[in-house]
């Protein structure tokens, strides 16, 4: 089964929550996959390389599926990873919330249980290496 009805649903969240515009869901849908990709890399030891290439990849095979943003959502994983490494080497804690998820409306999008499941679900692709 594809992920696409995890983002129908996730959709759906960002609906009820008054997040209606076509526009602004299709960029939110980058917070799940950024997600994935972030988890994804540190349950293989970091983003490596081949870490990149494999990302890249399946970013390739998820927009087959369904359109989304893979360029945002390669740069933000990248930042966002870098952001908490940056933060453990110099301060040795990890950083507030703020900076790592995306918030419109007063929405949190992360905290969102649609996005939870969409991005457990990508993870599994991902593991899985498929779409």
């Not at 399946?58 to 927009?63: A, P």
């Not at 989304?68 to 940056?86: D, E």
């Not at 999008?109 to 993870?123: F, I, Q, R, S």
Request: charged share 25%; net charge neutral; with cysteine.
């Amino acid at each position: 089964m594809s992920h696409l009805i995890h983002v129908l649903e996730y959709k759906k969240a960002l609906t009820e929550k008054g997040i209606t515009c076509p526009i602004e869901q299709s960029k939110l849908l980058a917070e799940p996959f950024t997600r994935a990709l972030i988890r994804r890399s540190y349950r293989v030891g970091g983003w490596t390389s081949e870490m990149d290439e494999k990302a890249w990849a399946m970013l390739d095979k998820w927009n087959g599926v369904s359109p989304i943003p893979a360029a945002l959502i390669h740069k933000q994983a990248q930042v966002r990873i870098g952001s908490i490494a940056g933060a453990m080497m110099t301060t040795g804690t990890l950083p507030c919330k703020s900076g790592y998820s995306t918030v419109v409306n007063d929405v949190d999008v992360g905290e969102l249980p649609a996005c939870a499941v969409l991005t457990d679900y990508l993870v599994k692709e991902l593991e899985a290496n498929r779409e």
